[in-house]
């Protein structure tokens, strides 16, 4: 059985997360309408976005920046 996309971002969360820059892990809408996994990351950052997947378990990655995320 194959898992839900919500399945699979939080079975990678921790490894994205460690990369540099990287600032959340979350589901999107791809362009063409599919959910997609998107990791935010705080400015661009060539070096991470190369070392990201293409895919996790059948579902696109996709790296979007999104800036610095503060609690409040």
Known sequence: ????IR??????????MALPGVVSVGVGGGPD?????????????????????RTLEGYTVQAQ????IEAR
């Open 65 to 68: 920046v999104v800036g610095r």
């Open 7 to 16: 399945e699979v971002r939080a079975r990678y969360e921790a490894e994205l």
């Open 33 to 53: 309408g599919t959910l997609v996994i998107v990791v935010g990351l705080d400015r661009p950052r060539p070096e991470t976005v190369s070392r990201l997947p």
């Open 1 to 4: 059985m194959s898992r839900s």
